[in-house]
């Protein structure tokens, strides 16, 4: 079988390229260079009147006129032409007077005139393709002979071959085939001789005819001529073998003149490509064991180079082309077989391998190790030098164990896992995190890639290695700050979760308990003094808690001014008790800074049947309830606060009801003249009527109602209706201003000034008809725009009241900085004004006040007459309250206040 391994090799090869179609291709190839050489010249028996740029140029226009062509006729027979052909279509009429001097013409010729016939596709892709014969006229047939001018390019592009006619009705013979008189319809078409010189072919321009030229006329006499275009212009080009493009008459006059020369050519068929195949096979197998490989290879060059001579050689003496494509293939297929059958390829191929490893291996930035059996190093890169320390030559035959930490042999603990990792090639082992040993001794994060191979001598293992000592460090730094909070450094609140989780998974042993701390007003402290001062504020709190903390507990930050704790259940009460007892008398240093904060404090012990989730949210509850109850004690989670959160998002729920079904009212409570008792004003006050429960009070959803998301939507449905309201008793003659209570929501998510302008326009209600009342948690929020939003919407002469005046921290720095109109006194100082003489001081300090500033003055909460008496006495001028009238609905409050305009 090795002994014919070479020929099976090149008869595979050459199959394949009779496969791929290369014999065809090769045989045009071989067939168009030999017409290089010898050339011929053209016989001269044949001429070519050419239609070129000149002759268009003298006669102006395309179509020409066939008089012209009726007259070259004339002149072609005076100068004695023996036949005319001409490769012109005339298919279609023209001028009728031109045709009749054409067929007159061809009359007098005397059937020495051959016209063009010729097939074209007609039609589209839609309604279909068909064949159409283009002939000439009835009239100009009856005195010419036809002929057939079309020629066929083959895949390439190229024309090679020529038809000797073709049957379109009935057998009508080529141009080429007429003028040599060659009608055989059964003839194959054959190669056209491109050898045959065109610059020996006689040609004379159609003007110089048509003007009668003695020279030109003397040149055609006694020749058959073709009368076709040339122009580039008229475009009848076609391209032929080597690279030549010639115009189509040029083209029949070839095929001519091979058929004029006996040069028809006709190409060898398949038996002899097949009997020299088989030929230089035997040839082949017999000189195998008889020659060097040298030898053959020259016999193969020398056979190849003869048959290409004899080919040629056969082709100049007679019109045969031999095809030696196949024969040139299959010596090829040998040239390779021999090159195959000498080089050790699979030596070849692992030299190419092993310089493209070096290549790579030597310009990785990563160590590359190779190892044989033993662990020793038989390959060295520089990135594995810069790693460890040791050159190339001190590195290699050194165990590689004595590379890694605590490994003095091939049995360490460290190579047995390279070892393991390598021969399992699993995806869990075959990255192994390491430590390596430099040659300083120092030890390092060393990542390795383990792979292994069978070699020539035994088991050979290859590692990637890289320092990962700064990996490392960055690894460990993305889990702190994936675990921390970047600021103080406690834990972050995800790691907390996970670690309560972890506490829940474990079992048996007690779970800690979780201690929620909030820093009171915290947003205050950073809206005042800057987001800086917030920041350190923060990180000396998270300080001082870790010093409050016992070892075992873990701190964290839970949200932006919430912190969180776990501690053991036994130390849980002791810890809040501390936190809350030195936060409540110490205040915190931080640069030039002391702030003494407040802290709400809420904490849970984990119950039986409780979750993580579980714990950490009643935690939260329990510090809700402290920050609502503004208790400064720690509070502890009771079932209570559960139940009471799912009932106010129960109320939320029956809200959003209320506000899509209407069942949300304005009542309206009278606002008077203490001097008079005239009613001068009403405060719109909202009320819900439940279907259900009735008129729910106020008390019991206004709060909820102010925290929730339809804080804004409620609060914009009670100033537009207010507005309306306002409004339609102003058309009725008993104009009455009406103070509405604005809420938080409307200066934070809104563009108040925007929608007091928008109501104002639509219902035409008089500004100084409307009044808003804000308080001071309203003011507090964000009081630039507040003071902004106020001004234009007093600029607009709508009145604003600061209402529960006296209750909060900043009220008389608000009176400076905000555009008031009037004062609201709250109840809380009105109620016990007769009893308290405190509140009657504060009373009298605030009314002397706001009057001093401009403001004009309502006292709430008026229950009797001798209270609204001492108010008038002190000089406040308006009152509010139940002895003047209870909210009401607007009809009734109509009735009562509106038509007498006085309380009673």
Known sequence: MTLYRPHLVAFGLFALAWLVGLPAALADLIGDKRFLWPQHPASETIALVEI???????????????????????????????????????????????????????????????????????????????????????????????????????????????????????????????????????????????????????????????????????????????????????????????????????????????????????????????????????????????????????????TAAALEIGALLIQARWPVIVDTSSWHLLLGAYLIAIALHEIDLRGLLRGIAERRFQRIAMSLGDGLVCLDDQGRIVFWNPGAARIFGYSEEEALDRSFAACLADSQDFASVQFIRLRDAAATQSVEDHVLDLVGLRRTGERFALEASVSSWQGTDGRQFGLVLRDITVKQRERERIRYLAEHDDLTGLLNRHTLGERLVAEFEKGGAPVSAVVMIGIDRFHHFSDIHGREFGDQLLVAFAERLRALMPPEAEAARFADDEFALLVPQERAAAMVDSVAHDFGSAALVFGEWRQRVTVRIGYAVPEPGWSADHLIGNAHLALEAAILTREEQPIGFAIAMRDRVASQLALEAELRIALEKNQFELFYQPQVLLSDRSVIGAEALIRWRHPVRGLVPPGQFIPLLNNSPLSDAVANWVLATACRQSRRWQMAGTPIRVGVNLSPSQLQDSDLQDTVAALLDQTGLAPDLLELEVTEDILIEDAGKAQKTFREIRARGVKIAFDDFGTGYGSLSYLKAFPLDTLKIDQTFVRQLLNDSGDAAIVRATIDLGLSLGLSIIAEGIEDVETADRLKDMGCEEGQGYHFGRPLPAAEFEQLFLAGRRVA
């Not at 009508?172 to 001789?193: K, N």
């Not at 040149?219 to 493009?245: C, Q, S, Y």
């Open 52 to 302: 070129d740029a000149p002759s268009l140029a003298r006669i102006g226009v395309w179509p020409w006129p066939r008089r012209h062509h009726a007259k070259l006729i004339e002149q072609l027979e005076a100068a004695g032409v023996t036949d005319i052909l001409f490769d012109v279509d005339f298919s279609a009429r023209s001028n009728p007077a031109d045709d009749v001097a054409f067929g007159e013409a061809l009359a007098k010729a005397g059937g020495s005139v051959v016209l063009a016939a010729f097939q074209q596709r007609a039609g589209d892709l839609n309604r279909g393709v068909t064949l159409h014969v283009n002939r000439p006229l009835p009239e100009f047939a009856a005195h010419s002979w036809s002929a057939v001018v079309n020629v066929l390019p083959e895949t390439d592009g190229l024309v090679r071959r020529y038809s000797l006619g073709a049957r379109i009705g009935e057998f009508v013979p080529s141009f080429g085939a007429l003028l040599v008189g060659r009608h055989d319809e059964q003839s194959p078409p054959f190669r056209i001789d491109f050898s045959i010189r065109t610059d020996t072919v006689p040609t004379v321009s159609y003007s110089a005819v048509l003007d009668g030229e003695p020279q030109a006329l003397a040149r055609l006499k006694g020749r058959k001529v073709i009368v076709a275009g040339t122009a580039v212009e008229l475009g009848d080009r076609f391209n032929v073998p080597n690279g030549r493009v010639i115009p189509g008459s040029m083209l029949q006059l070839l095929a001519a003149e091979s058929l004029l020369q006996g040069r028809d050519l006709q190409i060898t068929g398949l038996p002899l490509s097949i009997a020299g195949t088989l030929a230089i096979i035997a040839a082949m197998v017999l000189l195998w064991l008889r020659s060097s490989a040298r030898r053959r290879v020259a016999i193969v060059l020398w």
